[in-house]
């Protein structure tokens, strides 16, 4: 009997080449009356290991970011089973939480090592809950690659007093008295 059950198993078995995966982008669900939901939150990805960064790249040590989605829900009666009025919004997508990366190590080329967690928090059985997509990884720069973020913008140059900019004492500053 037990032969003839492995045998019913094996046969209804897809082939690994046929299995299939929807990654779904939303983390916080629909309730019944949905007035608004602007949610994206994160899909599957494939990180690499310290095996597959790039040769010559260059350790930056751990990085983290993290981002939220946010949802309302407000019931329409007293009743434990009560229709509620919802609202969703919030960007809970890797993407995001790269961008937040590059942002605080401009020079971040990569990731590899990560670990990602949710983290939900709720108030009053749903009324407001909140769920956090968190990565913790490892990042590598590239030697002699342009950091992705801008350069913050240069001061305002100094107007009106004749002075070059590259001399211009900035406001608040006390300058060194001249030497006779």
């Given at each position: 009997?037990?032969?003839?059950?492995?045998?019913?198993?094996?046969?209804?078995?897809?082939p690994?080449?046929?299995?299939?995966?929807?990654?779904?982008p939303?983390?916080?669900?629909?309730?019944?009356?949905?007035v608004?939901?602007h949610?994206t939150?994160?899909?599957?990805?494939?990180?690499m290991?310290?095996?597959?960064?790039?040769?010559g790249?260059?350790?930056?040590?751990?990085?983290s970011?993290?981002?939220?989605?946010?949802e309302?829900?407000?019931?329409?009666?007293a009743?434990?089973q009560?229709?509620t009025?919802?609202?969703?919004?919030?960007?809970?997508?890797?993407?995001?939480?790269?961008?937040?990366?590059?942002?605080?190590?401009?020079?971040?080329?990569?990731?590899?090592?990560?670990?990602?967690?949710?983290?939900?928090?709720?108030?009053?059985?749903?009324?407001?809950?909140s769920?956090?997509?968190?990565?913790l990884?490892?990042?590598?720069a590239?030697?002699?690659?342009?950091?992705?973020?801008?350069?913050?913008a240069?001061?305002?140059?100094?107007?009106?007093?004749?002075i070059?900019?590259?001399?211009?004492?900035?406001?608040?500053?006390?300058s060194?008295?001249?030497k006779?």
């Amino acid at each position: 009997m037990t032969a003839l059950w492995a045998l019913a198993v094996l046969l209804s078995a897809r082939p690994a080449g046929a299995q299939t995966y929807a990654a779904h982008p939303h983390i916080i669900s629909l309730k019944t009356l949905t007035v608004f939901y602007h949610v994206t939150g994160p899909l599957s990805t494939l990180p690499m290991t310290h095996k597959d960064i790039p040769r010559g790249a260059v350790d930056i040590g751990e990085v983290s970011g993290s981002s939220c989605q946010r949802e309302v829900n407000i019931p329409t009666s007293a009743s434990l089973q009560a229709t509620t009025i919802t609202a969703a919004e919030g960007n809970g997508s890797y993407q995001k939480i790269i961008a937040q990366m590059r942002k605080t190590h401009p020079d971040l080329a990569g990731i590899y090592d990560v670990k990602t967690d949710i983290r939900s928090f709720a108030i009053l059985f749903g009324l407001y809950s909140s769920q956090c997509t968190e990565v913790l990884a490892r990042g590598y720069a590239l030697p002699g690659a342009k950091p992705r973020v801008a350069a913050p913008a240069a001061p305002p140059a100094a107007k009106s007093s004749g002075i070059p900019a590259s001399k211009a004492v900035p406001a608040g500053a006390r300058s060194a008295p001249a030497k006779p």
